[in-house]
Structures are given as C-alpha cells and as structure tokens.
T-cell receptor, first 109, second 111 residues
Framework: DAKTTQPPSMDCAEGRAANLPCNHSTISGNEYVYWYRQIHSQGPQYIIHGLKNNETNEMASLIITEDRKSSTLILPHATLRDTAVYYCIVRVNTDKLIFGTGTRLQVFP | ETGVTQSPTHLIKTRGQQVTLRCSSQSGHNTVSWYQQALGQGPQFIFQYYREEENGRGNFPPRFSGLQFPNYSSELNVNALELDDSALYLC??????????FGSGTRLTVV
C-alpha cells in the first residue's frame, strides 16, 4: 500500500505557483520523498526527490517539514502543460515505486 | 541517449489468449520494472528484473511472467487473459535500482 496521502484534485491559475501537499507520517529515516507526474496517456515522469533538505531543480521545488511527516511540491509558475496527475512516493532508494492515486492538478488560463 | 521504448503501443486480445509486451531499456540501465495501470488508478507494481534475475514481485498471479535479456531489454507475458487485464502496461528502467525512467506504455484491451 502507498504510504502517502494526497488530495485527489487541485486547481491553479496559469502563471501562479502550484503547491501540492503530501502527508507521509510513517516515513522511515532512510526513505526518500519522490515526486512523479503523469500527463494523460504518457508514462510517469520524474520531477524531484529529497531526504531531509529542501531541493530545487529546473522543474520544481520540494519542501520537506523538519519532522519529515509531510512535504510540498511547488511549481513556481504553472503552465497549461503542467496539467497532470502528481504522485508523491516514499521509498528507500533501491526499492520499487509504490504509487497511490495522486493529485490531479488542473491549470486553467 | 535513447529513452525507454515499448511495443506495441496498442493491442486488442481475446479473453483466454496470451500476450507478450516488449520493452527496451534506456541505454546503460540494468534494471527493468513493469507496472499495470487500470483506468483512473495509479500504476501497480508487477515485478522487477535486475541483471536478468527477478528482484521483486507485486501481488499478481503466476500467469504474469517476465524475462530480462542480456542487453537488459525485457518482456512481460500474460497467459489466459481476463477482461480485468485490460490496462496500460508501463515499463520503467533504471541503473542499479535508482531513479526510474518510464516508457509511454502499451494499452492492452481484452475483449
């Protein structure tokens, strides 16, 4: 079973920041937080991952709370092409990916 | 660098038949995982192959089987197809069990 809880859906205006929350209260010390997204009819795409510290790359930022029980994925300037299902996954680096049902993000003009 | 390619992209089979789906890993990747994604659901882990050996299996019956070849490409075989096997089948490859790159999947319809 997935070890994360995410809201089923969110909306965001184009150009605004999209903040996607994820709860992972049972995360273990050696488990990372990964984010993937899946655009309709495509395979999941890796976005970002982190262990304790906040992370940023060209796609997004990941903010992990100090107790590591929750995190937020931030898309700083959402575009229509960011409309997708976003999956938050916790895993040991060499373990399989266990997907939940994710958050369906709808970016509107 | 080439990504993960899957074939065919779409397939229609009859209940009771057998099907083989194929996956070419991203160059340099030695691990392949297969996932089944039903409509409206997240992908479900079927099994994983690491250096040609099965390295983990999800909650799928034995009629789901696989192979990984020396070039690290892979096949997923499903025997005795059932209507509920209709889904998007995703292949993902990685290097040493680390970050995964997914293919676009094979959409299987069982009628």
């Amino acid at each position: 079973d997935a070890k994360t809880t995410q809201p089923p859906s969110m909306d965001c205006a184009e150009g605004r920041a999209a903040n996607l929350p994820c709860n992972h209260s049972t995360i273990s010390g050696n488990e990372y937080v990964y984010w993937y997204r899946q655009i309709h009819s495509q395979g999941p795409q890796y976005i970002i991952h982190g262990l304790k510290n906040n992370e940023t790359n060209e796609m997004a930022s990941l903010i992990i709370t100090e107790d590591r029980k929750s995190s937020t994925l931030i898309l700083p300037h959402a575009t229509l092409r960011d409309t997708a299902v976003y999956y938050c996954i916790v895993r040991v680096n060499t373990d399989k990916l266990i997907f939940g049902t994710g958050t369906r993000l709808q970016v509107f003009p | 660098e080439t990504g993960v390619t899957q074939s065919p992209t779409h397939l229609i089979k009859t209940r009771g038949q057998q099907v083989t789906l194929r996956c070419s890993s991203q160059s340099g990747h030695n691990t392949v995982s297969w996932y089944q994604q039903a409509l409206g659901q997240g992908p479900q882990f079927i099994f994983q192959y690491y250096r040609e050996e099965e390295n983990g299996r999800g909650n799928f019956p034995p009629r789901f089987s696989g192979l990984q070849f020396p070039n690290y490409s892979s096949e997923l075989n499903v025997n005795a197809l059932e209507l509920d096997d209709s889904a998007l089948y995703l292949c993902a490859s990685s290097l040493e069990l680390m970050g995964y790159t997914f293919g676009s999947g094979t959409r299987l319809t069982v009628v």
